[in-house]
């Protein structure tokens, strides 16, 4: 089964940091683009940032600033690089892999708590 894995969640104190990675699976070389999304606890999924095969990189303007995505990809992997967290970043983080022929893949997500 084609399934990302995320990592990196876990609780921190607001103004800290955390790196949250996802590593790709499956036929790395048909993969289109990466994304994260986040989902807080009675709210939608919303999206987070995203970073293209071709180095794209694309956030949403409420991440711009604090929020760097980048990837490695000797590693497979991409990277979420979040700074200066509030309180109301806390979340389930997702992975998404997207592949060149229109398939999807969500990852399990990780958990991200940001205490005040």
């Known amino acids: 089964q084609v399934r990302p894995v995320e990592s990196g969640g876990g609780l921190v104190q607001a103004g800290g940091s955390l790196r949250l990675s996802c590593v790709a699976s499956?036929?790395?070389?048909?993969?289109?683009?990466m994304n994260w999304y986040r989902q807080a606890p009675g709210k939608q999924r919303e999206w987070v940032a995203g970073i293209s095969t071709t180095g794209s990189i694309y956030y949403a303007d409420s991440m711009k600033g604090r929020f760097t995505i980048s990837r490695d990809n000797a590693k497979n992997t991409v990277y979420l690089q979040m700074n200066s967290l509030k309180p109301e970043d806390t979340a389930v983080y997702y992975c998404r892999q997207s592949m060149g022929d229109g398939l999807t893949y969500w990852g399990q997500g990780t958990q991200v708590t940001v205490s005040s």
């Open positions: 499956g036929s790395i070389a048909s993969i289109q683009a």
